[in-house]
T-cell receptor
């Protein structure tokens, strides 16, 4: 029973182009949405987040969009750089809660 | 300015042995979380602890697994009588406060291999 789905296991993008990573969820109880980035043999690193009262949050090259009615979250990276190549996990949680629920991840490869 | 530290980074155990995984949170963080990542899967929450207290263990298997976060020292995730299915990467995270709006800082993980 997957509460969080990242339907694309992998994504390949050319340097300078936009990378769009997607995440769908099933439960409306979540009120905080996060993206983590993970390199091999390292732990996940927080990238960007958004609360349920917003529909967009931007931080430099990274923008997260939230569509609550569609229960859909996306991360846009523009322009993409080779150093962005990593596994990206979306994670959902509650401001009042503790555990984060993670998707399976999307492996992004940015070629130069 | 150390982040979350986990040791050992790699642990090999034979079936039936015990595995002890240690996690030292970011200095000043009193909230610790353990997650497990099976191959080709996302991270799955196991347990959330504050100093000396287990707050949420809804993700912990009912048997063989236990966790503690003593007043002094690191948090320990203990797996008794390991089986092959316990082979995974175990990540610890810490935060200064509870709630998803407080960033959880992750350690590099312990990769457990059960032979």
């Amino acid at each position: 029973d997957q509460q969080v789905k990242q339907n694309s296991p992998s994504l390949s993008v050319q340097e300078g182009r936009i990378s769009i990573l997607n995440c769908d969820y099933t439960n409306s109880m979540f009120d905080y949405f996060l993206w983590y980035k993970k390199y091999p043999a390292e732990g996940p690193t927080f990238l960007i987040s958004i609360s349920s009262i917003k529909d967009k949050n931007e931080d430099g090259r990274f923008t997260v969009f939230l569509n609550k009615s569609a229960k859909h979250l996306s991360l846009h990276i523009v322009p993409s750089q080779p150093g962005d190549s990593a596994v990206y996990f979306c994670a959902l949680g509650n401001q009042a809660g503790t555990a984060l629920i993670f998707g399976k991840g999307t492996t992004l490869s940015v070629s130069s | 300015n150390a982040g979350v530290m986990q040791n050992p980074r790699h642990l090999v155990r034979r079936r039936g042995q015990e595995a002890r995984l240690r996690c030292s949170p970011v200095k000043g963080h009193s909230h610790v979380y353990w997650y497990r990542q099976l191959p080709e899967e996302g991270l799955k929450f196991m347990v959330y602890l504050q100093k000396e207290n287990i707050i949420d263990e809804s993700g912990m298997p009912k048997e063989r697994f236990s966790a503690e976060f003593p007043k002094e020292g690191p948090s320990i995730l203990r797996i008794q009588q390991v089986v092959r299915g316990d082979s995974a990467a175990y990540f610890c995270a810490s935060s200064p406060y509870a709630g998803a709006d407080n960033e959880q800082f992750f350690g590099p993980g312990t990769r457990l291999t059960v032979l």
